[in-house]
Nanobody
Framework: QVQLVESGGGLVQAGGSLRLSCAASGRTFSSYPMGWFRQAPGKEREFVASISWSGGSTNYADSVKGRFTISRDNAKNTVYLQMNSLKPEDTAIYYC?????????????????WGQGTQVTVSS
């Protein structure tokens, strides 16, 4: 059984930064791509960023490109999301997820394990 636990969310002013972490259980963490998604009130869960098992490939939603950076430390079974220049529209619950394909994807259907989420609130 895989468990994913997010942390690092909070309240920040517009223009500020946060770093989210997602700690994964299980010995096969390094074999899978990982992703971050977010869900704002009244909206569907949307893709934010993904990273390959090695960390060599990444993909971002256009809305966060140039502001957010996804990374991973396979020795620590942890994936990160560094969020800079935050905007009020970034306010959402952020979820990490494990990909079940050999390559990164922005589609929810290719992720099989999800964390419980961490709240990010950006004030104007």
């Amino acid at each position: 059984q895989v468990q994913l636990v997010e942390s690092g969310g909070g309240l920040v002013q517009a223009g500020g930064s946060l770093r989210l972490s997602c700690a994964a259980s299980g010995r096969t963490f390094s074999s899978y791509p990982m992703g971050w998604f977010r869900q704002a009130p009244g909206k569907e869960r949307e893709f934010v960023a993904s990273i390959s098992w090695s960390g060599g490939s990444t993909n971002y939603a256009d809305s966060v490109k140039g502001r957010f950076t996804i990374s991973r430390d396979n020795a620590k079974n942890t994936v990160y999301l560094q969020m800079n220049s935050l905007k009020p529209e970034d306010t959402a619950i952020y979820y990490c997820a494990r990909g079940n394909r050999g390559y990164i994807s922005s589609e929810r259907k290719w992720y099989d394990y999800w964390g419980q989420g961490t709240q990010v609130t950006v004030s104007s």
